[in-house]
């Protein structure tokens, strides 16, 4: 099965070639790249100024989400607005409290943006790039680190400042934090990124959009800092994506208003349960697990419950990618959006989930296979209701 | 530990709300994953619920907030009515009137209890009675008021969800809680609530010796006047905080509604006045006609709607102006500030920055002379408290 780590590689490997990490690790600056079709929303590529300033090493970085370098004084506001930004995959610039590896925790300046395929229109991925915030930027009103000898300090910082770099700054607080003995802990309430910091970010930003978008010209998978062409019908946004990823188990999305009725969305389990990749069945109809012993009269009954808006369980024989057969136990539901007639609210798609008989499932829990898969359809429909709450998502098909 | 042991029932009738549930990592968390929504999509197959909120419209109103409008005509016909004097905060127990006991064993989703193994933890929602002694049937019930280990229930539980979109939410009896019997209500949405979005100003406090670590702040441009706890040196603190000021207010006779969001890591305290409005008749008749009760969720910016028309003409602006109406005063709200700091174990620093500093100190000279006529514990309250020994709890 795919590892979470091959994804990763494929990540960046099939939309920029393997070649652009070298090109990005020439760029000084510390920034992560992150893709939201993944499960979990993962980096998929730190840099070396990142992972410096972090002090984190590449492995214990890449697939692990950003929220890891938060802690406990990091503003719980400022994190619900940059995950509001990526659910409405626009980008934000924040004032933030993040923690290193040795528990240390430091502000920066966090500038998030995403990438869109320019043919598809879809969010590809995600690039935050992270400047640290010099001392002098701190508000009145917060517990200063040094309070005492700040005169000093001052002018420290003043004739450094012109060779300021992520490496330098890091260096220099980790000096000044010794020289004042105040522990480092004592960190401000408020931090407020100037001029530098912001313009350090923009050209940051635009060095690596610069990167991207060349070699994605290789791979012939262009990218686009904005959105350039509209979704197709059927685009799942980033933020369903990244809703549904967190399912575990084993499920389709179907969008019915498409001819022939395609599954739109595919899960992990899903692609490990019946041996295909992502690309073999996104796209396809979902009797793509039909084969030849496949009872007709099954298929007819889902056709039948699909056309009724109805939801079904049935016991069908489903085959896998490399023809080996399975029983699957499959339920499939309706799923609706939040909006629509009032008096009956649209159908967004159905959702197909799978359970394999006779499959060792350990559940700690003790819960019947037939109950989790009614919790994938309730999560599912949570997360399509929720997103397609909002007016600008594409969510869904519905024109 | 917390665990929650299964219990195969049936769903509650009154379930105010839908849930919309939200998976989380499967492992340690089961709450979004694996039980709630399965328990929940098997009672919808089974016609339990008076309402099927999925099938309830809803919108974001266009706005700097994001207001949430959900249509569900005749809900107000098919949830249970409130049964208790909107005037009084703490009210002594009635069997005869309805309690979650009286629910009986199928209608309890899940069971959560202390437990003394470390066994890895169980998800629960919905209703349920837990007692101290592991029965299933509870033989004493807890009236709805908060206490310091039943909040901290509530906050490990939106803690355990570890989704920032659970919300755990409660509301005592004059704020339209319907029912006199501790329970808490729990409402996944993955969309950010409309407070939780409400810039906040901290409340400088000075340090006592034991700090907890407790950041208290208040709302700014929001309709509703409230608090915000977050920090604390551990969940324990942070809870026993927000505690202590729920039951400050319960003393005091001062309705509130709490949510806890963002996993437990921001509470929300809203005291509010609207049922007391309404009892002196002082809202205005095209609120009353709306027909909202502004409970934890609308005062949080979801706010259910009966009417087609109210539904269809929502804006930021009629949504604000309703919640408006749930507000203290200014200057009431700066008394209660003054309790809840107290009770909190905290002072508020004059803050040197404000313009009124010299009214600072005057108000809080008048709010402890308040304090000290009014925050001690009434007799009512500690007359229920030898009529009512209780050692469960409801989680609705």
């Known amino acids: 099965m795919d590892s979470k780590l091959g994804l990763i590689q494929q990540s960046v490997n099939t939309r920029y070639s393997q070649w652009v990490r070298d090109a990005l690790d020439e760029l000084p600056d510390n920034f992560t790249i992150t893709d939201p079709s993944i499960s979990g929303h993962p980096i998929v590529f730190a840099s070396r100024g990142f992972l410096k300033m972090s002090g984190y090493s590449q492995e214990e970085v890449i697939g692990q989400n950003g929220k890891i370098f938060q802690g406990p004084k990091t503003n719980r506001r400022t994190v619900m607005e940059i995950r509001e930004a990526i659910r409405e995959e626009r980008g934000i610039q924040v004032n933030l409290l993040n923690y290193r590896k040795d528990g240390t925790p430091f502000w920066m300046l966090f500038h998030l943006s995403p990438i869109f395929g320019k043919e598809d229109g879809r969010v590809t991925h995600f690039v935050a790039v992270q400047v640290p915030i010099s001392r002098k930027q701190r508000r009145n009103g917060g517990v200063s680190l040094s309070e005492d000898g700040s005169g000093l300090n001052e002018i420290v910082f003043g004739s450094c400042r012109k060779e300021v770099c992520s490496d330098s700054l890091l260096e220099l607080g980790r000096v000044l934090s010794l020289d004042s003995g105040s522990k480092v802990l004592d960190i401000e309430e408020t931090c407020e990124a100037g001029d530098f910091e912001k313009r350090r970010a923009a050209s940051a930003y635009n060095n690596i959009l610069s990167v991207l978008t060349h070699y994605s010209e290789l791979t012939g998978r262009l990218v686009c800092g904005k959105r350039c062409s509209v979704p197709a019908a059927g685009y799942i946004s980033s933020s369903l994506n990244i809703s549904l990823g967190r399912i575990k188990q084993s499920f389709v999305l179907i969008d019915p208003h498409l001819p022939d009725m395609p599954i739109v969305y595919a899960s992990d389990a899903f692609l490990k349960l019946t041996g295909y990749d992502r690309h073999d069945v996104l796209g396809c109809n979902f009797g793509v697990l039909d084969g030849v012993d496949t009872d007709p009269s099954t298929l007819h009954e889902i056709k039948e419950s699909i056309q009724t808006e109805q939801a079904c369980t049935v016991r069908i024989l489903s085959y896998r990618k490399d023809k080996s057969s399975f029983w699957n136990c499959l339920h499939l539901s309706p799923v609706r959006n939040a909006s629509g007639k009032i008096t009956s609210v649209q159908i967004a798609y159905y959702v197909g989930v799978q359970i394999e008989e006779d499959c060792k499932n350990q559940d700690r829990h003790g819960l019947s296979p037939e109950m989790r898969q009614l919790s994938a359809v309730g999560a599912v429909k949570v997360a399509v209701r929720s997103l397609s709450m909002g007016a600008s998502l594409a969510g869904s098909s519905k024109s | ?396």
Request: aromatic fraction near 10%; charge should be negative.
């Open chain 2, 1 to 396: 530990m917390l665990t929650i042991k299964r219990v195969a029932t049936v769903l509650s009738n009154y379930q105010d709300d839908g849930y919309e549930i939200q998976e989380v990592g499967c492992g340690r968390n089961c709450l979004g994953n694996c039980c709630l929504p399965g328990e929940w999509e098997e009672r919808m197959r089974q016609g339990l619920f008076r309402y099927d909120v999925t099938n309830c419209v809803t919108k974001i109103i266009p706005g700097k907030y994001g207001f949430i409008a959900q249509l569900n005509e005749g809900r107000h016909l098919k949830k249970r009515p409130t049964e208790f004097r909107v005037d009084q905060v703490l009210q002594p127990f009635d069997d005869s009137k309805f309690n979650f006991t009286k629910v009986g064993q199928e209608e309890v989703l899940f069971r959560f209890e202390q437990s003394n193994n470390y066994k890895s933890h169980y998800f629960l929602a919905t209703a349920l009675a837990v007692t101290a002694d592991g029965n299933n049937s509870p033989n004493v019930v807890a009236i709805n008021r908060i206490d310091h280990s039943s909040f901290l229930l509530a906050i490990n539980f939106a803690k355990e969800a570890a989704n920032p979109f659970f919300r755990v939410g409660y509301n005592s009896l004059g704020a339209f809680a319907t029912i006199n019997h501790l329970h808490f209500q729990a409402y996944f949405l993955e969309v950010p609530f409309p407070i939780e979005k409400a810039p906040i100003q901290r409340l400088f406090t000075k340090k006592r010796v034991q700090d907890r670590g407790v950041i208290i702040s208040k709302l700014l441009d929001y309709p509703v006047k409230g608090f915000v706890f977050e920090g604390g040196n551990s969940v324990q603190d942070l809870s026993d905080v927000v505690a202590s000021a729920c039951i400050c207010l319960q003393n005091t006779n001062i309705p509130f509604n709490v949510l806890i969001s963002d996993s437990g890591k921001r509470i929300f305290l809203l005291p509010q006045c609207y049922a007391e409005k309404q009892a002196l008749g002082e809202v205005r008749q095209e609120l009353l006609e709306t027909q909202v009760n502004p409970a934890v969720w609308e005062i949080g910016g979801h706010i259910v709607l009966k009417r087609h028309e109210d539904y269809d003409n929502a804006t930021e602006e009629s949504a604000w102006r309703l919640l408006a109406e749930v507000s203290l005063s200014e200057e009431r709200f700066k008394e209660v500030k003054a309790y809840v700091l107290e009770a909190a174990g905290l002072q508020e620093k004059p803050n040197m920055k404000e313009n009124k500093g010299n009214d600072l100190n005057q108000e809080k000279d008048e709010a402890n002379q308040k304090e000290d006529s009014l925050c001690k514990q009434p007799a009512a309250a500690s007359q229920a408290d030898q009529c009512i020994p209780y050692d469960c709890m409801v989680l609705h």
